[in-house]
T-cell receptor, first 111, second 115 residues
Framework: GENVEQHPSTLSVQEGDSAVIKCTYS??????FPWYKQELGKRPQLIID?????GEKKDQRIAVTLNKTAKHFSLHITETQPEDSAVYFC??????????FGDGTTLTVKP | GAGVSQSPSNKVTEKGKDVELRCDPI?????LYWYRQSLGQGLEFLIY????????KSGLPSDRFSAERTGGSVSTLTIQRTQQEDSAVYLC?????????????FGDGTRLSIL
């Protein structure tokens, strides 16, 4: 079946630095790549997503890049703040069926 | 508008008992997903509904787990003869239609503890 690998599993950065999380996928039919943020004890929430017809999307301090040839996509957070500390999940979707999620990255931003 | 609603928010029960968890999706969302999340772990897919039918039940861990959805809206996840390893947070999500290329909106989950 579909597989999504997410790296790193944990990431610690100083406030103000950038953070990058990378996911690779295996299904050539994947055309939708969302990122979810889950704060401790809270529900996962969509923070940004990208479709296969674009290579990059930005929303203020966060951006996602997609390389369809290499089958990987990345989340970039610039000027990190303590409130960015959370678990981040990538996922992939197709025109049918269920999404496959990565195992998550625990991001810690140190003040 | 109202988001995905799950009940109960917490459930503590004795091993061997049956439990029923409820999910009320966003109005108009035809796709509904159930996930299980153990402490500090990722999202384990359980089952997916498109309308009232379940095209993919591949994630249900055993025949003690079942789910149904009626009227294309509310879904219930039932766990029979609960075991301690069933303890986890059970998350429900809905999306606008059945293809997986739409954002999923999650509920707050049901925290299930089996004594």
């Amino acid at each position: 079946g579909e597989n999504v690998e997410q790296h790193p599993s944990t990431l610690s950065v100083q406030e103000g630095d950038s953070a990058v999380i990378k996911c690779t996928y295996s299904d050539s039919a994947s055309n939708y790549f969302p990122w979810y943020k889950q704060e401790l004890g809270k529900r996962p929430q969509l923070i940004i997503d990208i479709r296969s017809n674009v290579g990059e999307k930005k929303d203020q301090r966060i951006a996602v890049t997609l390389n369809k040839t290499a089958k990987h996509f990345s989340l970039h957070i610039t000027e990190t703040q303590p409130e960015d500390s959370a678990v981040y999940f990538c996922a992939e979707g197709t025109n049918a069926g269920k999404s496959t999620f990565g195992d998550g990255t625990t991001l810690t931003v140190k003040p | 508008g109202a988001g995905v609603s799950q009940s109960p928010s917490n459930k503590v029960t004795e091993k061997g008992k049956d439990v029923e968890l409820r999910c009320d999706p966003i109005s108009g969302h035809t796709a509904l997903y159930w996930y299980r999340q153990s402490l500090g772990q990722g999202l384990e897919f359980l089952i997916y509904f498109q309308g009232n039918s379940a095209p993919d039940k591949s994630g249900l861990p055993s025949d003690r787990f079942s789910a149904e959805r009626t009227g294309g809206s509310v879904s219930t996840l039932t766990i029979q003869r609960t075991q301690q390893e069933d303890s986890a947070v059970y998350l429900c999500a809905s999306s606008t239609h059945g293809s997986s290329n739409q954002p999923q909106h999650f509920g707050d989950g049901t925290r299930l503890s089996i004594l």
